[in-house]
């Protein structure tokens, strides 16, 4: 009963910071490229893991919540019920043709909880976000040799965020299986427009809107054996379903007399027009005396079988269609370690957790007809432990991040990212004994 309390009074937190986090993410992500698609894709990871690159197919952490496969929830330790919220804030640096620009942002990252339900059983439930929009930038172009010149004004905000409950069940010793299902939600709002100083020429102004609502499934395996007394090998397995999200299109195209200032707008619209990939994970994490821990993962999104909506004249009409060629797969890898003298030791100094990582990610957006930004991270974090009269297995996780996208003749950047996380282990539900 008391795992139920806390369950539901986490879930009435959560809902409440969601609906927040939904009327302010335009302060997520200040990237140009987040215009594209569904916008920029966000990991899973937490705190723990953050500092090690995302790391965490084949993680099964007794004290920490990992979603990157719900396998792991078996794991958890019966005693305790974990809360784990984490944000982050980030400058970015934007260079094109010797232009150099300086931007800030900030965004929630992540609020899961979890627990032991049964003997073998897990169970976590919590609010993860999808993907982010956000940016606000214009271009100035001359017509020709003429002195009439045009500016194209981008913006965009939005985002996809997910609510779910997962569980894992570890069946046979060593072999487990779970499942997150829970709902995914979410508004795209994208401005293209266009002003010429010619006060003769009209102004054009395209409005897009999505709005999502629609469930989200994922599912995991792990698969851990004894390498010797000191050392233990998981492999972990993930697959995301893909499927339509049930999400509209909608576009409004303006176009305004400067002179007179009447508008003629025409609307245009495509039922079921996004789809997530089918996404799969595999991933390898070696384990020495719950001292070091070295892990490697691999992630496939199948962004080639999705189309994405675009603009297109058919005879006098504009319509939407689906551009099958707009993205491609996605593969991404991520290579990290973690360290502790003892986690359980007397000594602070021997309970801090040294973490760092590195990931390499191929674009999954065709842009212009050329492949769109390539990804490198690499990170460097601690996991600070919190040592009082009254709490002594909870984390505080902080992880200093830099992130590397550049294609070839378009906007490169650089963004320096500090995540902070912090994840609450106490005993709730031990039984006290008096004699």
């Given at each position: 009963?008391?795992?139920?309390?806390?369950?539901?009074?986490?879930?009435?937190?959560?809902?409440?910071?969601?609906?927040?986090?939904?009327?302010?993410?335009?302060?997520?992500?200040?990237?140009?490229?987040?215009?594209?698609?569904?916008?920029?894709?966000?990991?899973?990871?937490?705190?723990?893991?953050?500092?090690?690159?995302?790391?965490?197919?084949?993680?099964?952490?007794?004290?920490?919540?990992?979603?990157?496969?719900?396998?792991?929830?078996?794991?958890?330790?019966?005693?305790?019920?974990?809360?784990?919220?984490?944000?982050?804030?980030?400058?970015?640096?934007?260079?094109?043709?010797?232009?150099?620009?300086?931007?800030?942002?900030?965004?929630?990252?992540?609020?899961?909880?979890?627990?032991?339900?049964?003997?073998?059983?897990?169970?976590?439930?919590?609010?993860?976000?999808?993907?982010?929009?956000?940016?606000?930038?214009?271009?100035?172009?001359?017509?020709?040799?003429?002195?009439?010149?045009?500016?194209?004004?981008?913006?965009?905000?939005?985002g996809i965020h997910q609510a779910?409950?997962?569980?894992?069940?570890?069946?046979?010793?060593?072999?487990?299986?779970?499942?997150?299902?829970g709902y995914m939600w979410g508004?795209?709002?994208?401005?293209?427009?266009?002003?010429?100083?010619?006060?003769?020429?009209?102004?054009?102004?395209?409005?897009?809107?999505?709005?999502?609502?629609?469930?989200?499934?994922?599912?995991?395996?792990?698969?851990?054996?004894?390498?010797?007394?000191?050392?233990?090998?998981?492999?972990?397995?993930?697959?995301?379903?893909?499927?339509?999200?049930?999400?509209?299109?909608?576009?409004?195209?303006?176009?305004?007399?400067?002179?007179?200032?009447?508008?003629?707008?025409?609307?245009?619209?495509m039922n079921d027009a996004f789809?997530?990939?089918?996404?799969?994970?595999?991933?390898?994490?070696?384990?020495?005396?719950?001292?070091?821990?070295?892990?490697?993962?691999?992630?496939?999104?199948?962004?080639?079988?999705?189309?994405?909506?675009?603009?297109?004249?058919?005879?006098?009409?504009?319509?939407?269609?689906?551009?099958?060629?707009?993205?491609?797969?996605?593969?991404?890898?991520?290579?990290?370690?973690?360290?502790?003298?003892?986690?359980?030791?007397?000594?602070?100094?021997?309970?801090?957790?040294?973490?760092?990582?590195?990931?390499?990610?191929?674009?999954?957006?065709?842009?212009?007809?050329?492949?769109?930004?390539?990804?490198?991270?690499?990170?460097?974090?601690?996991?600070?432990?919190?040592?009082?009269?009254?709490?002594?297995?909870?984390?505080?996780?902080?992880?200093?991040?830099?992130?590397?996208?550049?294609?070839?003749?378009?906007?490169?950047?650089?963004?320096?990212?500090?995540?902070?996380?912090?994840?609450?282990?106490?005993?709730?539900?031990?039984?006290?004994?008096?004699?």
């Open positions: 009963m008391k795992k139920l309390i806390c369950a539901a009074l986490f879930a009435v937190t959560a809902a409440s910071l969601s609906a927040q986090v939904t009327n302010n993410n335009q302060y997520t992500t200040v990237s140009p490229y987040s215009q594209f698609g569904l916008g920029l894709i966000r990991d899973r990871s937490q705190g723990f893991n953050k500092g090690m690159n995302g790391v965490g197919i084949g993680g099964r952490e007794h004290n920490m919540v990992n979603t990157l496969n719900p396998a792991s929830y078996s794991s958890m330790d019966s005693l305790t019920f974990v809360f784990d919220a984490g944000a982050s804030g980030q400058m970015t640096r934007f260079q094109e043709n010797g232009k150099k620009i300086n931007a800030n942002s900030a965004a929630f990252d992540y609020m899961v909880a979890g627990f032991r339900a049964f003997k073998h059983v897990g169970v976590s439930l919590g609010i993860l976000p999808y993907s982010n929009i956000g940016y606000n930038y214009s271009s100035k172009e001359n017509v020709g040799s003429t002195d009439v010149t045009y500016t194209n004004t981008y913006y965009g905000t939005g779910f409950l997962g569980v894992g069940w570890e069946p046979i010793k060593g072999l487990s299986i779970g499942v997150n299902g508004k795209l709002d994208k401005t293209v427009s266009n002003i010429y100083s010619d006060a003769a020429a009209n102004v054009l102004a395209k409005y897009y809107k999505t709005s999502i609502s629609n469930y989200m499934l994922d599912f995991g395996l792990q698969f851990s054996t004894k390498l010797s007394k000191k050392d233990q090998l998981t492999l972990g397995l993930t697959y995301g379903f893909g499927h339509s999200i049930k999400a509209d299109m909608e576009s409004q195209i303006v176009s305004t007399n400067s002179q007179t200032g009447v508008s003629d707008t025409a609307t245009v619209t789809k997530l990939p089918h996404t799969f994970g595999a991933g390898l994490m070696w384990n020495h005396r719950n001292s070091w821990r070295v892990g490697f993962d691999f992630t496939l999104q199948k962004w080639a079988d999705v189309g994405y909506p675009e603009l297109v004249t058919a005879g006098n009409q504009t319509v939407f269609a689906l551009n099958n060629n707009y993205y491609q797969d996605r593969k991404k890898f991520n290579l990290g370690i973690d360290y502790c003298v003892d986690e359980n030791s007397n000594k602070y100094l021997n309970r801090v957790h040294y973490r760092m990582g590195v990931s390499y990610a191929t674009p999954y957006l065709n842009i212009n007809g050329k492949d769109g930004p390539k990804e490198i991270s690499v990170t460097a974090g601690l996991g600070i432990p919190i040592i009082n009269g009254w709490n002594n297995r909870s984390v505080l996780n902080i992880s200093a991040q830099w992130v590397h996208n550049a294609a070839d003749g378009m906007l490169t950047e650089n963004v320096f990212r500090i995540n902070l996380g912090l994840t609450f282990n106490e005993r709730w539900f031990m039984k006290w004994k008096v004699n």
